[in-house]
């Protein structure tokens, strides 16, 4: 038996992270020993999203269920796919209750896109930000587009980083928007 068949036995022709039946079929997951094969039973759906890094968000709130699935590769598969989805509040929460060894975390990792090539991000002191700071407004800001105004000591938790490093994006008054990290100090 190929390990697609076995694949698809072990999860019942159905996909391992949305349960969908429709066109499933086994997805290779870049695996910790390189003689080992690790593979995930996948949707057409999921397949598309993953391989184009395009994602639809409302389809992986699925993975609510999948990171708690038996089969460690089904884990990492769900880890990989939270960590890019991490501008989502939900996404975030999720990663924060999951629960890998410190093995599996580090193979998880490793098939993670490389972001250490990017010039980081720095708050108005020159203090690296990161994902998931927490950052205070040092100056009024109009919100380009609308009559909004981010005032001056506004708490913006739970940042999520941009390609461009002079961006964050938060949580200003319940709207999510894009700040220029310069009007920024790290809290």
């Not at 020993?33 to 395009?54: N, R």
């Not at 700071?133 to 506004?154: C, E, P, R």
């Not at 938060?170 to 990290?181: K, M």
Request: aromatic letters at 6%; glycine letters at 6%; hydrophobic letters at 35%.
């Amino acid at each position: 038996m190929s390990y697609q068949e076995q694949v698809l036995k072990r999860a019942k022709n159905s996909c391992e992270l949305c349960k969908s039946t429709e066109k499933v079929s086994s997805y290779l997951v870049s695996g910790k020993l390189e003689d080992t094969i690790y593979a995930a039973c996948v949707c057409s759906t999921c397949l598309t999203q993953i391989e184009s890094g395009e994602f639809d968000e409302h389809h992986w709130r699925c993975l609510n269920d999948s990171m708690w699935h038996p089969e460690v590769v089904v884990q990492v598969l769900t880890y990989r796919l939270l960590c890019q989805l991490k501008d989502y509040d939900w996404a975030i929460e999720m990663l924060e209750m999951m629960y890998l060894d410190e093995d599996n975390i580090e193979w998880a990792k490793s098939g993670l896109p490389d972001e250490d090539n990017r010039e980081p991000t720095r708050d108005s002191n020159g203090t690296q930000l990161f994902a998931g700071d927490n950052v205070s407004v040092i100056k009024d800001l109009k919100v380009k587009g609308s009559s909004m105004v981010a005032k001056q000591g506004t708490a913006v938790r739970g940042i999520s980083l941009t390609d461009n490093p002079e961006h964050i994006e938060g949580r200003v008054n319940g709207t999510r928007i894009v700040l220029l990290s310069c009007y920024l100090k790290k809290m």
